[in-house]
């Protein structure tokens, strides 16, 4: 399955973990934001314009969307949650119980991280 992955760019370890674990798992990441984030974060030469449409080109280009709410304010996160939704992709919110309260109800599917891949193999 084709899946991009969103979460807060300060959590970008998190995700990069999550990403990988679902490689394992067989699937493909439509874009990996992590790259260009650990670029910026250690001083490289990133176009911001570039970054974002290539995140919105990979939300795109996805079966699903997981998105892992993160535990720190975030903004790109929720523009990728808008860009899926507005487009018919189905959204997968991954946080702690009751995190994800209006955002479960939009999207219909809210777990734990171990229950978002478990959701993922009745989804294909």
Same mark, same amino acid.
């Not at 979460?7 to 674990?21: I, K, L, Q």
């Not at 997968?92 to 939009?106: F, H, K, L, N, T």
């Given at each position: ?62 079966? @699903?969307?997981? +998105?892992?709410?993160?535990? $720190? ?6 523009? !990728?949650? #808008? *860009?899926? &939704? ?10 702690? @119980?009751?995190? +994800?309260?209006?955002?479960? $109800? ?6 734990? !991280?171990? #229950? *978002?891949? &478990? ?6």
């Amino acid at each position: 399955m084709k899946i991009y992955v969103s979460a807060g760019s300060t959590e970008v370890d998190r995700a990069a973990t999550f990403m990988a674990d679902l490689r394992v798992l067989g699937h493909d990441i439509t874009h990996d934001w992590t790259v260009s984030v650990r670029a910026f974060q250690a001083g490289g030469d990133v176009d911001p314009y570039h970054a974002a449409t290539a995140d919105i080109v990979g939300v795109h280009a996805a079966d @699903v969307l997981i +998105a892992l709410v993160p535990r $720190e304010p975030s903004k790109g996160l929720w523009v !990728e949650i #808008g *860009a899926a &939704l507005a487009t018919a992709i189905p959204v997968c919110v991954v946080g702690p @119980v009751g995190c +994800a309260d209006i955002w479960g $109800e939009i999207c219909g599917h809210a777990f734990g !991280e171990v #229950g *978002a891949v &478990l959701w993922l193999g009745d989804y294909e």
